[in-house]
């Protein structure tokens, strides 16, 4: 699904760029994917995808 329509960021381009390369924010989440950067309307659906992300690599990071 597109998080941002502005840009055509999708929640699976958050989630790989999450998985990757571990933004512990949003603002640098925004370094690698220019959500945010118009309307805004993307900021709350992509911090969730974030947050989701970063609970689930923090789980994988206990069993390793």
Do not use: W
Request: a positive charge; one cysteine or more.
């Amino acid at each position: 699904m597109y998080v941002c329509l502005c840009n055509a960021v999708s929640d699976k381009v958050i989630r790989q760029i999450a998985r990757q390369y571990h933004p512990q924010s949003l603002k640098q989440l925004k370094l690698f994917v220019p959500i945010g950067s118009e309307c805004g309307k993307c900021i709350r659906q992509a911090r969730l995808i974030l947050e989701e992300e970063t609970a689930k690599n923090a789980k994988l990071n206990k069993v390793a």
